[in-house]
């Protein structure tokens, strides 16, 4: 096929999920669970098969092409289309959204439905695979925009589907509406994040006087030279945008809530695609942060301080799913750090694997769930089934969920040869080389990942169960565990990526985000790296693996004493945030409700009505069907003309 | 000239005696009366100014038709002597303030603007003449002159259908 | 022969006290009355211009306004008349139902 032609095909990625959620919207009711999975699976296959296509049609033509489709707004000399870029970064990205998206959709088929079976609607099912599909469109429209306003139309898409998917069990959850709360909660966050990007949008336009990207960033030094405020001020204003959309801080808090969604959920937006929009975003804005150094630091140590902090918090969590959520944050800070630093090519990378791996993982604690669950029905109905203190010993019930989850966690830990230990390798070579403060941070949340992952795999699989539901967990089905294989391999092989030496990655991404220097292997940092990941492992294994008591009660209690209820706590942020910004936010807005609102302005509009009536009842009066008062009007008119004329 | 200007200043003092004769009077009769009197005095002024034919008309039209009309219905209706209650307590002041006020900035204005040696003229034949004013009345205003028969005509109709007894009041 | 002003001012006084009496009587019956009055004070002024401009017209004039008069003394009586026929009064005052 002719390179040409191929390109072509890049709306493709978008309208075949769109295609699919169609489908599923019309007919998925009808006709059943399996086809409703199976569509919304094929479409994303599809998209996949394109991207794989516009990956080969592209390495004959590495610059990259933009493919427009339409004209959107033409206003005065504002001209936006709805444009396709195919170019390294982005076909990059496609493949990673499609290729994880359609293994979560297959085991989303074998996961949700258990979940139907639990709550009896089976509209939920098909609903559930329409969202997933949106998202998908969303996401690609973010990847593959040609401007700024396109991809904010994709920023908005995601944000929306995380809060349909987040709140997707809407009547469960604390109180009845715990999970409609974190669905907002995360619509709010992200609302926050994106008033900044906004902001950066708007300096955009006025400073450059379009969205289009090559036009922007090739106008960047100019304006940077002129006007160094206002590119200072760009840069910032996005990194609070991707605080919100990556979860950084302080925006980070609605990551941890949204594991009220279903782990697919969790797996493919809150770990996989959504949140590394952000990192996306500053990768192909990079051309920005590159001329404002200032900006440069501030986004490094916002990414490390974010990665240290949430491991420190991940380590005293002991629901599954929230440890793996902080866990995503803390990575996601590595990643942020990198393209901080410059190291965009390591940012990337680690992105892509992390995607497998942290996908991995996700879906193996969702197979591990609903084990548990399986459990359950064998009489004990007290068990939180995400509760780590409650399992133990699954690695007999459950074996391949547990060696894909091994692989997982030693992936994310950054054991060699597996993806992880490649990708953090890389950044934090580079931190090395030119930020020893950095280095420090990120080596400390390196040995702290690797620390609670250890503590995670002790829980749940080693050990003996500690209660009736974890000791009659069972293995879940092909349909679930095939993709978390694939998955596994993935990680396992993802370092070939960009293996040292071969640095396939960093040439590709090259023809996009420039040259910049090829990244060195330091067997220094790998040793080091290395070491810390087998220290954490090890500690973890030693610590937590002792204990076989009845009623679970973690050694690091006693050990930290106040700093690990702190860790419990997630150092009381979401507290914080409630008494300093959300309860002044509250009392404002009940002010302006009431005294404002109802006592002003209803008062202004009734008072004009009651005005307006006592004018009408006063002027009333006048007329009173007396003839002699209208005569007496008009002898006043009358007499007042004369008066006028007399005077002139 | 004093001789004319005699005859108008009585005429005019017995027209403003009758006027406030009719307005005070208690009397609804006696008020009637008044104002024949006051129309006797303008019709005589009229002739003192050279218009024979419109003071014997209005002696003949406003007196002796008009005012016996008005007589024939007080009679009628009984209404020589009614209570008066007052019920604007305001009204007779301001009415009278503000009459006060128009006749007073009236007659300075007359004064002040048009110059005393600006007199009427004595009567000439021409002026006085009815067959003038029957000319005009044919010629020149000849559609006023139709339509004024039409309106007496619509009048007369309309006193009569007004006053006619329904069929209910009638039966009483 | 006379100056102008008397006349006029004549006029003016016998209008005003007609005024005067419309507001300030009760009585149907003489409120009408009144407003011949104020009638007469009109025509007398276009008499006093017909003798000072010495043109017809203005007899004209108060010949029309006359018969107007006339015809409007007949309906107004008539009115109050049947008026008198359901309110048994002529106390003007007592005719508001047209209030509100």
Redesign the interface.
């Known amino acids: 096929m002719e390179s040409g032609l191929t390109f072509n095909l890049v709306p493709w990625v978008v309208f075949l999920p769109l295609i699919g959620l169609g489908i599923n919207l019309l007919f998925g009711r009808k006709l059943g669970e399996i086809f409703s999975g199976t569509v919304a699976s094929l479409a994303t296959g599809l998209a996949f098969v394109v991207s794989i296509l516009l990956a080969v049609a592209l390495a004959g033509h590495p610059e990259g092409v933009t493919v427009p489709l339409a004209d959107w707004i033409t206003i005065g000399s504002l001209t936006v289309r709805w444009a396709f870029r195919v170019d390294t970064l982005s076909v990059v990205m496609m493949l990673v959204v499609s290729g994880v998206g359609t293994l979560i959709h297959i085991y989303s088929i074998g996961y949700m439905h258990n979940d139907v079976r639990h709550n009896g609607d089976e509209g939920r099912f098909t609903r559930f695979f329409v969202y997933l599909n949106l998202f998908i469109a969303a996401m690609m429209i973010l990847v593959s925009a040609d401007n700024f306003l396109m991809m904010f139309v994709g920023w908005e898409g995601v944000g929306l589907c995380s809060y349909l998917l987040i709140g997707f069990w809407f009547e469960k959850g604390k109180n009845g509406i715990g999970n409609a709360e974190a669905a907002k909660k995360a619509f709010i966050t992200n609302r926050v994040g994106d008033f900044g990007l906004l902001v950066a949008m708007f300096l955009i336009f006025v400073n450059f006087g379009t969205f289009q990207f090559d036009a922007v960033f090739s106008q960047a030094a100019a304006v940077a030279a002129a006007k160094p405020g206002i590119m200072l001020a760009i840069t910032l204003f996005m990194l609070l945008g991707v605080t919100g959309k990556s979860a950084q801080l302080p925006l980070y808090v609605w990551l941890p809530d949204a594991m009220a969604g279903p782990t697919p959920v969790s797996a493919l937006i809150h770990a996989a695609t959504m949140v590394t929009a952000g990192v996306y975003l500053m990768t192909r804005s990079s051309a920005f942060y590159a001329l404002v150094p200032t900006a440069q630091s501030v986004v490094m140590w916002v990414g490390a301080a974010t990665a240290l902090f949430a491991a420190t918090i991940a380590i005293g969590q002991y629901d599954i799913k929230k440890v793996l959520a902080y866990s995503t944050i803390s990575q996601l800070g590595f990643m942020v750090a990198a393209v901080g630093m410059g190291a965009t090519v390591a940012g990337m990378f680690h992105l892509v694997t992390h995607a497998f791996f942290k996908g991995l993982l996700f879906l193996a604690a969702g197979s591990v769930i609903q084990g548990v669950e399986r459990g359950m029905h064998h009489g004990d109905h007290n068990t939180d089934p995400q509760d780590m203190r409650q399992m133990g010993g699954l690695r007999k019930q459950m074996p391949v969920t547990f060696w894909v989850y091994l692989i997982g966690a030693l992936a994310l830990s950054g054991i060699a040869p597996l993806a992880g230990f490649f990708s953090k390798d890389e950044i934090l070579a580079s931190a090395w080389k030119s930020q020893p403060g950095i280095f420090i941070v990120l080596a400390l949340a390196a040995f702290m990942t690797a620390f609670y992952m250890g503590r995670q795999l002790v829980l749940v699989f080693f050990g003996e169960p500690r209660s009736t539901a974890a000791k009659g967990a069972s293995e879940s089905k092909l349909v679930v565990t095939l993709p978390l294989m694939i998955l596994a391999g993935l990680s396992v092989l993802g370092g070939l990526l960009n293996f040292p030496g071969l640095l396939t990655l960093e040439k590709w991404l090259g023809h996009t985000l420039g040259e910049g220097e090829p990244a060195h292997f330091v067997w220094v940092v790998a040793g080091i790296s290395l070491v810390l990941a087998l220290l954490g492992l090890g500690l973890g294994w030693m610590i937590y693996s002792r204990k076989n008591e009845k009623v679970f009660v973690d050694p690091l209690k006693k050990a930290l004493g106040p700093l690990f209820t702190a860790m419990e706590n997630k150092w009381w942020v979401d507290e914080l945030y409630t008494v300093v910004i959300l309860n002044p936010y509250k009392a404002f807005a009940q002010f302006m409700a009431e005294p404002v609102d109802l006592g002003v302005i209803d008062r202004i509009g009734g008072g004009l009505a009651a005005g307006t009536r006592v004018l009408a009842e006063g002027l009333?009066k006048l007329?009173?069907?007396?003839?002699?008062?209208y005569?007496?009007l008009m002898?006043?008119g009358?007499?007042a003309i004369?008066?006028w004329l007399?005077l002139h | 000239m004093t001789l004319n200007l005699f005859i108008f200043l009585a005429l005019a003092f017995i027209a403003i005696a009758a006027a406030a004769g009719l307005i005070i009077s208690r009397n609804t009769v006696y008020s009637a009366l008044f104002l024949i009197i006051n129309f006797l005095a303008v019709a005589v002024i009229y002739l003192v100014m050279g218009a024979p034919f419109i003071a014997l008309a209005q002696i003949t039209v406003y007196a002796g038709a008009i005012m016996v009309l008005f007589l024939f219905v007080i009679m009628l209706l009984g209404a020589e002597k009614p209570k008066e209650i007052e019920?604007?307590k305001w009204?007779r002041p301001?009415?009278i303030i503000?009459?006060g006020?128009?006749l007073v900035?009236?007659v300075?204005?007359l004064i002040t603007r048009v110059a005393v040696t600006v007199t009427t003229s004595p009567a000439t034949t021409l002026l006085s003449d009815p067959k003038t004013l029957g000319i005009s009345l044919y010629t020149k205003y000849s559609l006023p002159f139709e339509i004024t028969s039409v309106i007496l005509l619509v009048a007369a109709i309309g006193a009569v259908v007004l006053t006619k007894k329904t069929k209910k009041e009638a039966g009483k | 022969m006379i100056p102008i002003v008397y006349p006029l001012s004549l006029a003016a006084i016998l209008f005003v006290i007609g005024?005067v009496g419309?507001?300030?009587r009760?009585n149907a019956i003489v409120?009408f009355m009144c407003l011949e009055l104020m009638f007469n004070a009109a025509n007398l002024v276009f008499i006093t211009f017909t003798n000072y401009y010495q043109l017809i017209d203005g007899q004209a004039f108060v010949v029309f306004i006359m018969t107007i008069a006339a015809a409007e003394v007949a309906v107004g009586l008539a009115l109050i008349v049947a008026i008198f026929r359901t309110k048994h009064s002529i106390d003007?005052?007592q005719?508001?139902?047209?209030?509100?």
């Open positions: 009333r007329e009173n069907g007396y003839l002699r008062s005569g007496l002898l006043l009358l007499a004369l008066t007399f | 019920q604007m009204q301001l009415a503000l009459s006020a128009i900035e009236g300075y204005a | 005024i419309f507001l300030v009760k409120i003007i005052d005719m508001n139902s047209l209030k509100g």
